[in-house]
């Protein structure tokens, strides 16, 4: 398959002092799960923001479906327009891109800045209201829903462009467990109808479900692994030079245990001798 994302060489600051992303170099293929893995302040949102084209790197390449995007091409109408029409993005908080006064109005605003005609653009948000069963919240005000239903909007608002490409930053942010499996399903079915699915994350129960290729970043905001989510997984010492799990020791009852926790619930367990940690005061 051909790629439809790529960085080369890519470098971003914030003011030009603060380091965001070194020497940042991936290929994301059409139609791929691809993940982007690391903890929080490592720049996972950061390189979303430039695969979007929300900002521009100070140095390298950013190319989308074999083109160069620069800040000429995203002046240039028709390059711009192709860009906003075939890439999406939801943001980890959904206050961020939620404004319209009512959920039916949020769903037609992007449609509508495509200049689709009122009558498509509303039934696209129709249709995307159904899909997601969620027509029940369309003449809701958008500062009336909860945090699960302005996520599930703002997801909505994203489809009815009908992207090539969605992006999502922490996709489990602000869901509570039930709308977070949902989610997750939904993600799988739009991959298998053929979107490319690029998403941040620092759960790596969420990578073993998923099985997306992944890029780490590490805390120097540099890449320093991509692979499939079994060998990203199952490398401990990996996991835990970029701080993804973390060596804990306790007792369950009067036997202690090590096990490696990481940020959700990915662990295992390895009995201890009392020799080895009786002054852990664990």
């Known amino acids: 398959m051909e ?3 790529s960085l080369i060489n890519v470098d971003y600051s914030y003011y030009g002092k603060i380091p965001a992303l070194k020497n940042i170099n991936l290929s ?10 690391g903890l929080n ?4 949102s950061t390189l979303l923001h430039i695969i979007n084209a929300l900002i521009i790197p100070d140095s390298g390449e950013v190319l989308f479906d074999g083109k160069r995007v620069t800040e000429k091409s995203l002046q240039d109408k028709d390059s711009g327009l192709e860009l906003r029409q075939r890439m999406g993005y939801v943001f980890q908080n959904p206050d961020i891109q939620l404004f319209c006064p009512t959920v039916l109005d949020e ?5 509508l800045q495509l200049n689709l005609p009122f009558e498509i653009a509303k039934e696209r948000a129709e249709q995307t209201l159904s899909y997601l069963g969620i027509g029940y919240l369309k003449e809701r005000s958008v500062y009336m829903l909860s945090g699960g239903e302005k996520k599930k909007v703002a997801i909505a608002s994203v489809l009815t462009m009908n992207p090539d490409v969605l ?3 922490e996709p489990l942010s602000s869901l509570d467990p039930k709308a977070q499996t949902s989610f997750i399903e939904l993600l799988i079915e739009l991959n298998r109808a053929g ?3 690029i998403f941040t994350t620092h759960h790596l129960d969420l990578i073993d479900h998923l099985q997306p290729r992944v890029a780490t970043i590490s805390e120097d905001h540099t890449i320093r692994k991509i692979g499939t989510a079994s060998e990203i997984l199952s490398d401990e010492k990996f996991l835990i030079s970029v701080n993804l799990i973390h060596e804990h020791v306790h007792k369950h009852g009067g036997e202690i245990h090590k096990h490696y926790h990481s940020h959700y619930i990915f662990h295992q367990h390895d009995p201890l001798s009392d020799h ?3 002054d852990s005061g664990l």
């Open 107 to 111: 769903l037609m605003f992007a449609p």
């Open 28 to 37: 994301v293929k059409k139609g791929e799960m691809f993940s982007i893995i």
């Open 41 to 44: 302040g490592s720049g996972k």
């Open 276 to 278: 080895d940690t009786n």
């Open 167 to 169: 992006l999502v930053d």
């Open 3 to 5: 790629d439809i994302i």
């Open 195 to 197: 979107k490319t699915i």
